[in-house]
């Protein structure tokens, strides 16, 4: 009984880093599985138990041992790497602006990663996130126009400006181009 209670603490933190060490998304691993998404995400959440034959299709999917995912000295502290040809990327967002996702996909809408690049007329500019949602912007390079309701301040390289982002905001590149590292926390 012991065993099996060890076993199954250390089942959701063995595949959640058996997906991310093959860079795969939960959809990816539903559609190679045949696990829904979200029974994949509440056994990585420990909130289910597989079958056996999940378990079975979730690790061929995987490609990882059945024995080798439970064996206790496998565990072991790891770096994970997302390359940047890897990382998620969308230009479609405001107007001379590259959004860079940094965060894992299951951080999306609790604690948000991004790298933004702004071209010297870029802009993006975002509709109220959740009631107390807050953004932490670092300006990397450049200057910036941040604005979150009717405040607008220009922040400069190494600056941090945090502000609330369940109103109005947004950022634009002030005097030429601008990089900015954003965190959106979510409450």
């Known amino acids: 009984m012991e065993d099996e209670q060890k076993i ?59 024995a080798g995912l439970l064996d206790e000295r496998a565990a072991s502290k790891k770096i994970e790497i997302l390359r940047d040809a890897q990382v998620p990327t969308f230009e479609n967002r405001g107007k001379g602006c ?35 949602a807050r953004e932490h912007l670092t300006v990397i390079d450049g200057l910036v126009e941040v604005v979150s309701g009717d405040i607008v301040e220009v922040v400069g390289e190494g600056d941090t400006a945090r502000y609330d982002a369940d109103i109005t905001h947004g950022i634009r590149a002030h005097k030429g181009p601008a990089r900015v590292f954003l965190v959106v926390q979510n409450a």
């Open 8 to 66: 199954l603490n250390l089942l959701p933190t063995r595949l959640r880093e058996a997906r991310r060490g093959q860079g795969l998304s939960l959809d990816a691993v539903a559609k190679l599985s045949g696990v829904s998404r979200s029974m994949v995400s509440q056994i990585e959440r420990g909130e289910s138990s597989p079958t056996i034959a999940t378990l079975w299709n979730l690790t061929r999917a995987l490609q990882v041992d059945f």
């Open 98 to 132: 590259c959004i860079r996702i940094l965060s894992p996909p299951e951080d999306a809408g609790k604690h948000e990663v991004y790298d933004i690049r702004l071209t010297a007329s870029g802009f993006l500019e975002s509709q109220p996130h959740t009631r107390g």
